[in-house]
């Protein structure tokens, strides 16, 4: 075994696959509905909006990764740029916010398997689950080549079931929608106003586009990472947010924001359940196969990525060296890789799919919050867009953080404080070991 860097593998379509992966998958298949939940028909904009953000969000990623173009993300940016503290929030954020993502794959997957085969939800939902996080983690473990092989086929299932969904559901679409878009900015959520549940909406929808991180946290691995990079997260972000408008409008002027969004919480199968309104045989079957393949792309690619991320932290003394290790091939760093499953695993133990959706919609803000911190410290030379893009990107994350649950903004906070103390002891601890012995002769 051994330690260092990793080869640069994956090109172009490899890595606009990687972020597609990750962002057509549980977003799609299960937090629209979610967000209907919350603003009702306004969930629409409130797609707009977190489109806008990410796009904000996604330029800065870009010309960060292309001039610091090594595995980590924010959490290398955060050094390189800021301050070792605001490296170590980005790291830590990525991975309590990505875990807790993971978790919610795994469940959606179980979920829309077990309303396909007609399964006992309350005693198979939790083994299954587990079994993917197991199955995947396994995967990553085999290479990020057999990794990317996997997403594409994923990822083209994932699609044509959306656009299933779509084609079916226009017609419902256009008969209903005097009936279901009006009015527009309606109470939806018990106890939000219009306004509130709009907002809300907005940050649970930008979770939805948040893979296209994932691109950035491979920048190790990508051949020419100062134009690749920034080519697969702006063709990431363009399919996706065509993708998540479509359905969208299909799903909430066919059957209503309020029933799109009970959907959510009924065996985690939304569109599943929409379909089943069109009176189309065959269509919700053919979507629950999508969802099933999304969901385990959204796996595959999120403990990818949280491996990377914990490499990275590992090369700089934040985790313990160990999880520097990879494997002979140079592809793998497999002790990173199984910290992840074992997290992600720990954590699809919650079974609460809205509680890990809105943890993960704060943490990830936060995240890039210090993203866009550090884009804006990029010099004149270094920058590839305009400086306003982070200013935008940096104003809207802080503020759409707090419009999630108050409970989860608090216990959220109190995360990033328990890594901070973690991150001083790591720094007293390496600082102590880099003393010379003062009894040495």
Same mark, same amino acid.
């Given at each position: 075994?051994?330690?260092?860097?990793?080869?640069?593998?994956?090109?172009?379509?490899?890595?606009?696959?990687?972020?597609?992966?990750?962002?057509?998958?549980?977003?799609?298949?299960?937090?629209?509905?979610?967000?209907?939940?919350?603003?009702?028909?306004?969930?629409?904009?409130?797609?707009?909006?977190?489109?806008?953000?990410?796009?904000?969000?996604?330029?800065?990623?870009?010309?960060?990764?292309?001039?610091?173009?090594?595995?980590?993300?924010?959490?290398?940016?955060?050094?390189?740029?800021?301050?070792?503290?605001?490296?170590?929030?980005?790291?830590?954020?990525?991975?309590?916010?990505?875990?807790?993502?993971?978790?919610?794959?795994?469940?959606?997957?179980?979920?829309?398997?077990?309303?396909?085969?007609?399964?006992?939800?309350?005693?198979?939902?939790?083994?299954?689950?587990?079994?993917?996080?197991?199955?995947?983690?396994?995967?990553?473990?085999?290479?990020?080549? *057999?990794? !990317?092989? @996997?997403?594409? #086929? /994923?990822? %083209?299932?994932?699609?044509? +079931?959306? =656009?299933?969904?779509? &084609?079916?559901?226009?017609?419902?679409?256009?008969?209903?929608?005097?009936?279901?878009?009006?009015?527009?900015?309606?109470?939806?959520?018990?106890?939000?106003?219009?306004?509130?549940?709009?907002?809300?909406?907005?940050?649970?929808?930008?979770?939805?586009?948040?893979?296209?991180?994932?691109?950035?946290?491979?920048?190790?691995?990508?051949?020419?990472?100062?134009?690749?990079?920034? *080519?697969? !997260?702006? @063709?990431?972000? #363009? /399919?996706? %947010?065509?993708?998540?408008? +479509?359905? =969208?409008?299909?799903? &909430?002027?066919?059957?209503?924001?309020?029933?799109?969004?009970?959907?959510?919480?009924?065996?985690?199968?939304?569109?599943?359940?929409?379909?089943?309104?069109?009176?189309?045989?065959?269509?919700?079957?053919?979507?629950?196969?999508?969802?099933?393949?999304?969901?385990?792309?959204?796996?595959?690619?999120?403990?990818?990525?949280?491996?990377?991320?914990?490499?990275?932290?590992?090369? *700089?003394?934040?985790?313990?060296?160990?999880?520097?290790?990879?494997?002979?091939?140079?592809?793998?760093?497999?002790?990173? &890789?199984?910290?992840?499953?074992?997290?992600?695993?720990?954590?699809?133990?919650?079974?609460?799919?809205?509680?890990?959706?809105?943890?993960?919609?704060?943490?990830?803000?936060?995240?890039?919050?210090?993203?866009?911190?550090?884009?804006?410290?990029?010099?004149?030379?270094?920058?590839?867009?305009?400086?306003?893009?982070?200013?935008?990107?940096?104003?809207?994350?802080?503020?759409?953080?707090?419009?999630?649950?108050?409970?989860?903004?608090?216990?959220?906070?109190?995360?990033?404080?328990?890594?901070?103390?973690?991150?001083?002891?790591?720094?007293?601890?390496?600082?102590?070991?880099?003393?010379?012995?003062?009894?040495?002769?």
């Amino acid at each position: 075994m051994t330690t260092g860097t990793l080869r640069r593998e994956t090109g172009l379509l490899g890595a606009t696959a990687l972020g597609l992966g990750s962002v057509i998958g549980t977003g799609v298949f299960v937090s629209v509905a979610v967000a209907a939940e919350a603003a009702g028909p306004a969930v629409l904009l409130a797609i707009v909006v977190a489109a806008a953000v990410a796009a904000c969000n996604g330029l800065s990623s870009a010309q960060l990764a292309a001039n610091h173009p090594v595995s980590g993300g924010t959490y290398e940016y955060g050094y390189r740029w800021l301050t070792p503290s605001l490296g170590f929030v980005a790291g830590w954020t990525f991975l309590v916010a990505k875990s807790a993502s993971a978790a919610t794959a795994a469940l959606g997957f179980a979920g829309y398997v077990l309303r396909s085969v007609g399964g006992d939800a309350p005693t198979w939902l939790l083994p299954i689950a587990l079994s993917a996080v197991a199955c995947i983690t396994a995967l990553v473990l085999c290479g990020l080549r *057999r990794s !990317i092989w @996997a997403n594409s #086929v /994923i990822v %083209a299932l994932a699609l044509a +079931a959306l =656009a299933a969904f779509v &084609v079916t559901g226009l017609p419902a679409a256009l008969s209903n929608a005097d009936a279901h878009l009006v009015p527009f900015f309606a109470p939806a959520e018990e106890g939000l106003s219009p306004i509130e549940g709009f907002f809300r909406a907005s940050a649970l929808a930008f979770v939805a586009f948040a893979g296209y991180g994932r691109v950035a946290t491979m920048a190790e691995e990508v051949h020419d990472p100062r134009a690749t990079i920034p *080519r697969a !997260i702006i @063709a990431t972000l #363009v /399919i996706s %947010a065509a993708v998540y408008s +479509a359905v =969208a409008v299909v799903g &909430v002027a066919a059957v209503g924001s309020e029933a799109f969004g009970a959907a959510a919480n009924e065996g985690a199968a939304p569109l599943e359940i929409a379909a089943a309104s069109f009176g189309i045989p065959g269509v919700g079957s053919f979507i629950a196969v999508g969802a099933v393949a999304a969901m385990l792309g959204s796996l595959l690619n999120l403990i990818l990525g949280l491996s990377r991320v914990v490499f990275a932290m590992g090369r *700089r003394g934040d985790a313990p060296g160990f999880f520097t290790r990879i494997d002979d091939r140079g592809s793998t760093p497999y002790a990173a &890789v199984l910290l992840v499953g074992a997290v992600t695993t720990g954590l699809t133990l919650i079974g609460d799919v809205g509680w890990t959706w809105s943890f993960s919609a704060f943490s990830v803000l936060i995240y890039y919050a210090v993203t866009n911190l550090a884009a804006l410290r990029l010099t004149p030379e270094e920058r590839l867009y305009p400086r306003w893009i982070a200013g935008a990107g940096l104003g809207a994350c802080l503020f759409l953080a707090f419009w999630v649950e108050a409970r989860i903004w608090l216990v959220g906070l109190s995360v990033i404080g328990i890594g901070l103390l973690w991150h001083l002891v790591c720094r007293r601890l390496r600082r102590k070991s880099e003393l010379p012995d003062a009894t040495a002769d």
